[in-house]
């Protein structure tokens, strides 16, 4: 034991928080604008993961070369993003004006449709298409090896995503036009702003960071029926505690739990599993608003 | 209220000739009924106006509950057990709901849910304990004293799990309709009001809370006893949506429609997998959006007595 | 008082009811068909493991059916999905058994899975052939009429399994584990590391991992594990599971600074090609192997095998293997029961009393199931990963075959007092393949 063990710990918990962050952030962010709590936003995360690994074995197959692997990656997560994000707009525009709570059951719906025709599309048995995250090669930190794909990668990815997205937001036009949705829908149609059209969008870009996460993760992980719902509980638990809408709070949480959780791979090896709503559950009871969101002024 | 017993009659000698004609409808109509009686606590929370994404562990803590109790007792009557699952799940209830009725909406939805995949996830990593993702299995226990085979023993839960349906609609409708009951439905509407009353909503609401953790508690130990083996899944949270869905497709006007709801559940998840090769989510999944849509109050809601009050749209 | 009295008589009605149709199907009838109920993983990250499975039993029963079936009787099997949990199983089971009217059994590849199931095939009184799973505590004990295992168990598998690598690689002063979270993983580890222990008292155990079932990623794992450089790691994972992990630790390295001990890997050698490193220690779980030193040419297996491989495109693996012996098994207890019944069809107890006893041959060497306790006797075979010209994944060579009674708990004696028992005397029963010496002592 020793700051070595910690620091290999910290490591393979950046990593991990890395994808829950991706995933996460999708989810957040449809929230914070849309209000809507997208349950079948692991269905999201899955259909993304089969979706670059059919590219990839359609147009990568046998070849190292990693821009195709990329491009799989990518273009897997947008198709998934675009159709699964304009769908489930659509889908919830009949019950615009309902609870919140019907419309998250509306997505749990949804959640169920998608979990049968994924395995109508893509079968029972499991997915494992490694091909090119090889090529990334690998470092060696305090005398472990690590993929350089996880190690360097998917955190980059992450960062770079977060910091893109908040530079979208408060500096495009149609960033700040999201932001005025959220803040108030009704001033923000008053002033011309297309807020239809701005929910199809918040729900594309967050459902293409949901589908990113579930590519990202398809060539270290294998793909069964299943892995929406373990991924979909997850997310909450980081949204939760970071607080609805909170995209920064979002970074720092994942960040969080992912380290909690290697940290207890190496000390508390049963415990590993339980970390992500122990943590849930001790914020929500403290502050059930979440960590980092801003309490909102009571209107008379 | 003599109409009411005559439909309660009629349905129970249905089922009972159903079983007897088709022993193999036992099982999916004992479970259904489980799952409805589960719902049914779902239900009682959903007319204050809150959605619990948790109450599956009830069902869970209470079949282990029976499993840890009937390992530990190897004679113990399988009433016994119930009444000791049920009790354990209503504590528990009790004590969680102490600080969860301070929460509203979505955050008592999530925290349900935190505190469930809590408990899911720590009986799934003990294997030494509770078996692990095995489960812990549950021995077949006499019943009111008897030593029954495969075939009795279903039949017996069969009228027992009928007629607690039947006896909980009516009580559970009955307290819809008391007192305590109609401020609870209020929660929903307008807790500050209920404040001025001089009701504690926190009150009420812990009372249904704990309630609902004592319908759960019921049904797991009954879903144990049943099956024979209590996995973690039965406290999954996929589990408390199915629950979520069933209280909704049901609907919160009369209780008995959560019952329906839970055979249709139940008998399509069987049927499924030989007419509709096996597509059973995606069925419910459509089915679930569309009474959303198309009937908000549930199945029940069709029943309900038209009344010639004027709608106010909020 | 009079509510017991009632329910004695509903109770007596449903059970009269029940009996009544039972017994509808009288010793000397021969069925239309003979109705067989198989679980097996057709969803999920066990699939690959499970879906050979299923195939070994369409080939087996397609020649089985076109050569007239069983004296006369045609064979259908009706196929069980384990991957849905162990409550959507077992309501299938039950409803294959009693809607379907199922004359027998074969379940399951879970360990946990035939841990629930044993009662409950007892209780619906139809034969069960357990086909795939491993843990000793399904059978041991329960003394039952209908449930026996048509293949080793748990202690067999890792008793010789301990032996193997003593004699292969005596020295080593570290261990570490890696298995699945569920019954198979944690009964086999219970067995391997108390007879470890016991002969090699020195040893010390640096980690042990459970990761659940189905687990999509082991890089925390896999980093503490170079962290702590055991000289061995040891891992009774099967399927999907075995892959993934073994993917991820070749990607990394792992396999350079550890001796890697896979006792099922057999199944996933093909699978893995190039991924899995020479100079890993395999196991087989039986003598199941395609390139069986001594069975490569025999014509029952060699048919087999091409058979398979011109289904599937690829070479079988244990689970084929198992089937088959389930089979077998199934085909020569209707054989004994009949000529026991005068030429009569014999019904569920006597089919249940002719597997316990009988001695049956799947593809490979011939497997008893031992008439007290139901227990199939089967040998152990394991070897090292070497390349191949003709194939482009890992074949073994310096292959070790174990006796199955030199390694299995004596009838009626329970496991954790017999494993006491066990010394390092034992190394010296055992020893490698030699051509043409007959293999098993």
Same mark, same amino acid.
């Given at each position: 034991?020793?700051?070595?063990?910690?620091?290999?710990?910290?490591?393979?918990?950046?990593?991990?928080?890395?994808?829950?962050?991706?995933?996460?952030?999708?989810?957040?962010?449809?929230?914070?604008?849309?209000?809507?709590?997208?349950?079948?936003?692991?269905?999201?995360?899955?259909?993304?993961?089969?979706?670059?690994?059919?590219?990839?074995?359609?147009?990568?197959?046998?070849?190292?070369?990693?821009?195709?692997?990329?491009?799989?990656?990518?273009?897997?997560?947008?198709?998934?993003?675009?159709?699964?994000?304009?769908?489930?707009?659509?889908?919830?525009?009949?019950?615009?004006?309902?609870?919140?709570?019907?419309?998250?059951?509306?997505?749990?719906?949804?959640?169920?449709?998608?979990?049968?025709?994924?395995?109508?599309?893509?079968?029972?048995?499991?997915?494992?298409?490694?091909?090119?995250?090889?090529?990334?090669?690998?470092?060696?930190?305090?005398?472990?090896?690590?993929?350089?794909?996880?190690?360097?990668?998917?955190?980059?990815?992450?960062?770079?995503?977060?910091?893109?997205?908040?530079?979208?937001?408060?500096?495009?036009?149609?960033?700040?036009?999201?932001?005025?949705?959220?803040?108030?829908?009704?001033?923000?149609?008053?002033?011309?702003?297309?807020?239809?059209?701005?929910?199809?969008?918040?729900?594309?870009?967050?459902?293409?960071?949901?589908?990113?996460?579930?590519?990202?993760?398809?060539?270290?992980?294998?793909?069964?029926?299943?892995?929406?719902?373990?991924?979909?509980?997850?997310?909450?638990?980081?949204?939760?505690?970071?607080?609805?809408?909170?995209?920064?709070?979002?970074?720092?949480?994942?960040?969080?739990?992912?380290?909690?959780?290697?940290?207890?791979?190496?000390?508390?090896?049963?415990?590993?599993?339980?970390?992500?709503?122990?943590?849930?559950?001790?914020?929500?009871?403290?502050?059930?608003?979440?960590?980092?969101?801003?309490?909102?002024?009571?209107?008379? | 209220?003599?109409?009411?017993?005559?439909?309660?009659?009629?349905?129970?000698?249905?089922?009972?000739?159903?079983?007897?004609?088709?022993?193999?409808?036992?099982?999916?109509?004992?479970?259904?009924?489980?799952?409805?009686?589960?719902?049914?606590?779902?239900?009682?929370?959903?007319?204050?106006?809150?959605?619990?994404?948790?109450?599956?562990?009830?069902?869970?803590?209470?079949?282990?509950?029976?499993?840890?109790?009937?390992?530990?007792?190897?004679?113990?009557?399988?009433?016994?057990?119930?009444?000791?699952?049920?009790?354990?799940? #209503?504590?528990?209830?009790?004590?969680?709901?102490?600080?969860?009725?301070?929460?509203?909406?979505?955050?008592?939805?999530?925290?349900?849910?935190?505190?469930?995949?809590?408990?899911?996830?720590?009986?799934?990593?003990?294997?030494?304990?509770?078996?692990?993702?095995?489960?812990?299995?549950?021995?077949?226990?006499?019943?009111?004293?008897?030593?029954?085979?495969?075939?009795?023993?279903?039949?017996?839960?069969?009228?027992?799990?009928?007629?607690?349906?039947?006896?909980?609609?009516?009580?559970?409708?009955?307290?819809?309709?008391?007192?305590?009951?109609?401020?609870?439905?209020?929660?929903?509407?307008?807790?500050?009001?209920?404040?001025?009353?001089?009701?504690?909503?926190?009150?009420? #609401?812990?009372?249904?809370?704990?309630?609902?953790?004592?319908?759960?508690? #019921?049904?797991?130990?009954?879903?144990?006893?049943?099956?024979?083996?209590?996995?973690?899944?039965?406290?999954?949270?996929?589990?408390?949506?199915?629950?979520?869905?069933?209280?909704?497709?049901?609907?919160?006007?009369?209780?008995?429609?959560?019952?329906?709801?839970?055979?249709?559940?139940?008998?399509?998840?069987?049927?499924?997998?030989?007419?509709?090769?096996?597509?059973?989510?995606?069925?419910?999944?459509?089915?679930?959006?569309?009474?959303?849509?198309?009937?908000?109050?549930?199945?029940?809601?069709?029943?309900?007595?038209?009344?010639?009050?004027?709608?106010?749209?909020? | 008082?009079?509510?017991?009295?009632?329910?004695?008589?509903?109770?007596?009605?449903?059970?009269?009811?029940?009996?009544?149709?039972?017994?509808?199907?009288?010793?000397?009838?021969?069925?239309?068909?003979?109705?067989?109920?198989?679980?097996?993983?057709?969803?999920?990250?066990?699939?690959?493991?499970?879906?050979?499975?299923?195939?070994?039993?369409?080939?087996?029963?397609?020649?089985?059916?076109?050569?007239?079936?069983?004296?006369?009787?045609?064979?259908?099997?009706?196929?069980?999905?384990?991957?849905?949990?162990?409550?959507?199983?077992?309501?299938?089971?039950?409803?294959?058994?009693?809607?379907?009217?199922?004359?027998?059994?074969?379940?399951?590849?879970?360990?946990?899975?035939?841990?629930?199931?044993?009662?409950?095939?007892?209780?619906?009184?139809?034969?069960?052939?357990?086909?795939?799973?491993?843990?000793?505590?399904?059978?041991?004990?329960?003394?039952?009429?209908?449930?026996?295992?048509?293949?080793?168990?748990?202690?067999?598998?890792?008793? /010789?399994?301990?032996?193997?690598?003593?004699?292969?690689?005596?020295?080593?002063?570290?261990?570490?584990?890696?298995?699945?979270?569920?019954?198979?993983?944690?009964?086999?580890?219970?067995?391997?590391?108390?007879?470890?222990?016991?002969?090699?008292?020195?040893?010390?155990?640096?980690?042990?991992?459970?990761?659940?079932?189905?687990?999509?990623?082991?890089?925390?794992?896999?980093?503490?594990?170079?962290?702590?450089?055991?000289?061995?790691?040891?891992?009774?994972?099967?399927?999907?599971?075995?892959?993934?992990?073994?993917?991820?630790?070749?990607?990394?390295?792992?396999?350079?600074?550890?001796?890697?001990?896979?006792?099922? /890997?057999?199944?996933?050698?093909?699978?893995?090609?190039?991924?899995?490193?020479?100079?890993?220690?395999?196991?087989?779980?039986?003598?199941?192997?395609?390139?069986?030193?001594?069975?490569?040419?025999?014509?029952?297996?060699?048919?087999?095998?091409?058979?398979?491989?011109?289904?599937?495109?690829?070479?079988?693996?244990?689970?084929?293997?198992?089937?088959?012996?389930?089979?077998?098994?199934?085909?020569?207890?209707?054989?004994?029961?009949?000529?026991?019944?005068?030429?009569?069809?014999?019904?569920?107890?006597?089919?249940?009393?002719?597997?316990?006893?009988?001695?049956?041959?799947?593809?490979?060497?011939?497997?008893?199931?031992?008439?007290?306790?139901?227990?199939?006797?089967?040998?152990?075979?394991?070897?090292?990963?070497?390349?191949?010209?003709?194939?482009?994944?890992?074949?073994?060579?310096?292959?070790?075959?174990?006796?199955?009674?030199?390694?299995?708990?004596?009838?009626?004696?329970?496991?954790?007092?017999?494993?006491?028992?066990?010394?390092?005397?034992?190394?010296?029963?055992?020893?490698?393949?030699?051509?043409?010496?007959?293999?098993?002592?």
């Amino acid at each position: 034991m020793g700051i070595d063990t910690l620091l290999l710990a910290l490591i393979d918990g950046v990593s991990y928080a890395g994808l829950l962050f991706l995933v996460a952030l999708g989810l957040t962010f449809i929230f914070g604008v849309v209000r809507v709590l997208n349950v079948a936003h692991g269905s999201l995360y899955a259909f993304g993961g089969y979706s670059a690994a059919s590219m990839g074995i359609w147009f990568a197959q046998g070849s190292d070369s990693i821009t195709l692997f990329l491009l799989a990656i990518v273009l897997g997560a947008g198709v998934v993003g675009v159709i699964l994000g304009y769908g489930l707009t659509v889908l919830l525009h009949p019950f615009r004006d309902r609870d919140p709570i019907i419309q998250l059951l509306v997505t749990f719906g949804a959640f169920m449709v998608l979990e049968d025709v994924q395995v109508m599309i893509w079968g029972t048995q499991p997915y494992f298409v490694s091909g090119a995250v090889f090529q990334m090669g690998t470092s060696e930190l305090l005398g472990v090896v690590f993929m350089n794909y996880q190690l360097w990668f998917i955190p980059s990815v992450a960062l770079a995503v977060y910091v893109l997205l908040s530079w979208f937001l408060k500096h495009s036009l149609k960033g700040r036009q999201i932001i005025a949705v959220t803040h108030d829908r009704e001033v923000a149609t008053a002033l011309g702003v297309n807020a239809g059209r701005i929910a199809s969008l918040t729900f594309i870009i967050g459902a293409t960071l949901g589908a990113l996460g579930g590519a990202l993760a398809s060539p270290t992980t294998s793909l069964v029926p299943g892995v929406g719902a373990d991924m979909i509980v997850l997310s909450f638990a980081v949204v939760a505690t970071a607080g609805l809408g909170q995209i920064s709070g979002a970074l720092i949480v994942a960040l969080m739990i992912g380290i909690a959780r290697s940290l207890s791979v190496y000390f508390l090896p049963q415990f590993e599993v339980v970390m992500p709503y122990l943590i849930m559950m001790a914020v929500l009871l403290i502050r059930p608003q979440g960590l980092f969101t801003v309490a909102e002024t009571r209107r008379i | 209220m003599k109409k009411r017993l005559l439909i309660a009659g009629i349905v129970f000698i249905a089922v009972l000739g159903l079983s007897a004609e088709l022993p193999w409808v036992r099982v999916p109509m004992i479970m259904a009924l489980v799952y409805g009686t589960a719902a049914l606590g779902v239900v009682v929370l959903l007319r204050a106006g809150q959605i619990s994404f948790g109450h599956a562990m009830y069902m869970l803590i209470s079949g282990y509950t029976v499993a840890f109790l009937s390992q530990a007792y190897p004679g113990a009557d399988g009433i016994v057990l119930v009444l000791a699952g049920t009790g354990v799940s #209503l504590v528990t209830g009790m004590i969680l709901g102490l600080f969860l009725v301070r929460y509203r909406g979505i955050f008592f939805g999530m925290l349900n849910l935190a505190i469930s995949m809590v408990i899911f996830t720590i009986v799934t990593k003990f294997y030494g304990l509770t078996g692990g993702s095995d489960g812990m299995r549950i021995p077949r226990p006499s019943l009111f004293g008897i030593d029954m085979d495969r075939a009795g023993y279903e039949a017996t839960l069969l009228v027992i799990l009928l007629v607690l349906a039947i006896v909980l609609i009516f009580s559970v409708q009955q307290f819809f309709r008391s007192s305590a009951g109609q401020a609870m439905a209020s929660i929903k509407t307008n807790e500050d009001r209920l404040e001025y009353l001089g009701v504690s909503a926190k009150k009420l #609401l812990w009372q249904g809370y704990a309630l609902s953790a004592a319908l759960c508690g #019921l049904a797991g130990a009954f879903y144990g006893l049943s099956q024979g083996l209590v996995t973690p899944e039965a406290g999954y949270w996929l589990k408390s949506g199915e629950l979520v869905f069933m209280s909704i497709l049901g609907g919160s006007v009369h209780a008995a429609g959560v019952f329906v709801a839970a055979l249709l559940f139940e008998f399509v998840k069987v049927y499924a997998s030989t007419l509709m090769g096996g597509a059973w989510q995606l069925v419910l999944g459509v089915s679930l959006i569309a009474i959303i849509y198309f009937l908000p109050g549930g199945i029940t809601s069709l029943f309900r007595k038209k009344r010639k009050t004027l709608e106010v749209r909020s | 008082m009079f509510f017991k009295r009632f329910l004695r008589k509903i109770t007596l009605a449903l059970s009269l009811l029940s009996v009544m149709s039972a017994v509808q199907a009288t010793e000397g009838d021969k069925p239309e068909e003979i109705i067989l109920g198989i679980t097996t993983f057709l969803s999920g990250s066990a699939s690959v493991f499970g879906v050979p499975g299923k195939v070994a039993a369409e080939i087996y029963l397609e020649e089985l059916n076109a050569g007239g079936g069983i004296h006369g009787v045609p064979v259908r099997p009706i196929f069980i999905d384990e991957g849905k949990g162990a409550s959507g199983m077992l309501s299938d089971y039950r409803r294959v058994v009693q809607a379907e009217k199922a004359d027998l059994m074969m379940a399951a590849i879970s360990s946990g899975n035939c841990m629930a199931l044993g009662p409950v095939a007892e209780d619906l009184k139809v034969v069960n052939i357990m086909w795939d799973c491993g843990t000793e505590k399904a059978l041991e004990g329960l003394d039952y009429k209908y449930v026996v295992r048509s293949q080793a168990n748990a202690v067999t598998e890792m008793v /010789a399994s301990v032996l193997y690598l003593l004699k292969v690689y005596p020295d080593f002063k570290t261990i570490a584990v890696v298995n699945q979270d569920y019954a198979w993983g944690h009964d086999s580890w219970e067995i391997f590391s108390t007879v470890l222990k016991q002969m090699k008292p020195d040893v010390e155990v640096v980690a042990e991992f459970f990761p659940k079932f189905g687990a999509p990623d082991y890089s925390s794992e896999i980093s503490r594990l170079q962290a702590l450089k055991p000289d061995v790691v040891f891992s009774s994972s099967w399927g999907g599971d075995l892959d993934t992990f073994t993917t991820q630790a070749s990607q990394r390295g792992l396999f350079r600074n550890s001796k890697f001990f896979l006792a099922l /890997a057999e199944s996933s050698l093909e699978r893995l090609g190039s991924k899995l490193p020479e100079g890993v220690l395999v196991g087989a779980r039986g003598d199941h192997y395609f390139l069986h030193p001594e069975y490569v040419n025999d014509p029952k297996h060699s048919d087999f095998v091409s058979k398979y491989l011109k289904e599937t495109g690829s070479q079988p693996i244990y689970p084929v293997y198992h089937m088959v012996q389930a089979m077998e098994a199934m085909v020569g207890a209707y054989d004994k029961a009949i000529v026991a019944n005068d030429g009569n069809w014999p019904s569920k107890e006597q089919l249940a009393d002719a597997l316990h006893g009988l001695t049956f041959r799947g593809l490979t060497s011939e497997v008893t199931i031992r008439p007290k306790d139901g227990q199939g006797l089967e040998d152990q075979l394991f070897g090292v990963t070497t390349s191949s010209d003709e194939y482009d994944f890992r074949i073994l060579k310096d292959i070790m075959i174990v006796p199955a009674d030199l390694v299995t708990t004596p009838v009626g004696e329970s496991t954790p007092e017999w494993l006491k028992t066990l010394d390092a005397g034992l190394l010296d029963e055992v020893d490698f393949y030699r051509e043409g010496s007959g293999g098993t002592q």
